[in-house]
């Protein structure tokens, strides 16, 4: 079993920047994958990045790529997501996953989630 939990999130103005962070407990050697995921009201739940956890490639969705920047600490087993440039359409609730396969855009390629943590951008 493995447990997450994320922190970070907050409030920021348009443009600004935020960063959040996934600490992971549990089975953490399972672990050969992470993502972030978010959902904003009345929508889906999407995928924004994820991450190998050995190798540390990445995957990012069209609409972050090159403004936010995932990344991961094996020695902490913490990720995090640098978020730069920051749009209000990137209002959600921002969740972190994990699991021990691919580290694809699937969210059934990951067995183990976070509660959540809001990021509100205002105009």
């Known amino acids: 079993q493995v447990q997450l939990v994320e922190s970070g999130g907050g409030l920021v103005q348009a443009g600004g920047s935020l960063r959040l962070s996934c600490s992971a407990s549990?089975?953490?050697?399972?672990?050969?994958?992470m993502a972030w995921f978010r959902q904003a009201p009345g929508k889906e739940r999407e995928f924004v990045a994820a991450i190998n956890w050995r190798a540390a490639h990445t995957n990012y969705q069209d609409s972050v790529q090159g403004r936010f920047t995932i990344s991961r600490d094996n020695a902490k087993n913490t990720m995090y997501l640098q978020m730069n440039s920051l749009k209000p359409e990137d209002t959600a609730v921002y969740y972190c996953?994990?699991?021990?396969?691919?580290?694809?855009?699937?969210?059934?390629?990951?067995?183990?989630w976070g509660q959540g943590t809001q990021v509100t951008v205002s105009s």
């Open positions: 996953a994990a699991g021990s396969a691919r580290y694809d855009r699937f969210r059934s390629s990951y067995a183990y």
């Open positions: 549990g089975r953490t050697s399972s672990i050969a994958a």
